[in-house]
């Protein structure tokens, strides 16, 4: 037997005896600790990872896709019923990707009810230029349910998104901290950001 010093032969020791307790323990609830008035059904599972964080995605990806049926104020040429470059791009989109369309089309309301009209008739009429089959489309004029964001508030919602109010990934580094770049310190940690 290799002598060893009696610090080291306690520690030993005292290793084997709690590894020895750990084993004799076993893998079980002490009956004292054991919550009697559950009722668990034999065989329950609990949900799943992820179950709600996949129902909301779901809910927002479904509010975005009837987003995409609104046109909105700024689609339009003015006070016109004329659809601007970006309501005409987004009219196409709308047409070519969207068969089987669940939502009516929504225009955002004007204050002017002779505009609206006139601007429902203008989509109706350039439904049926694009596509024939979209001739009969229901189209109707409404508040959509997603809410405006004007452009001052857009730099507020950034730095909640990317974590700049709480300093991101560091006061003045990574995306999102406290020097410069999206939200702060950019990439890198370099002052002067991204």
């Known amino acids: ?18 590894t020895t307790l750990l084993i004799a ?3 079980h609830t002490h009956p004292r600790r054991h919550d009697h008035h559950a009722v668990v059904p034999h065989g329950a599972v609990p ?14 990806t479904a509010r ?9 104020l700024y689609e339009w040429h003015g006070d016109s019923d ?5 309501g005409q791009r987004h009219l196409e989109r709308l047409v070519h990707h969207s068969r089987g369309a669940l939502y009516p089309l929504l225009v955002q309301p004007s204050g002017d009810a002779e505009r609206d009209q006139a601007r429902v008739a203008a989509l109706q009429r350039a439904l049926a230029e694009y596509d ?9 004029i409404g508040h959509p349910e997603a809410e405006p964001m004007h452009g001052f508030e857009s730099p507020r919602v950034l730095r909640g998104y990317t974590g700049a109010a709480t300093g991101g990934t560091g006061a003045a580094r990574g995306f999102g901290g406290a020097a410069g770049g999206i939200g702060g310190g950019g990439f890198g940690g370099a002052r002067g950001g991204f």
């Open 1 to 18: 037997m290799i002598p060893c010093s009696p610090r080291r032969a306690a520690v030993s020791r005292g290793f084997l005896a709690a």
């Open 25 to 27: 323990s076993g893998c």
């Open 47 to 60: 949900i799943p990872a992820g179950t709600y964080r996949d129902q909301w995605q779901a809910e927002q």
């Open 64 to 72: 975005a896709d009837e987003d995409f049926f609104v046109f909105y």
């Open 82 to 86: 004329r659809l601007s470059p970006f």
């Open 132 to 140: 024939p089959s979209w001739a009969d489309y229901p189209i109707r």
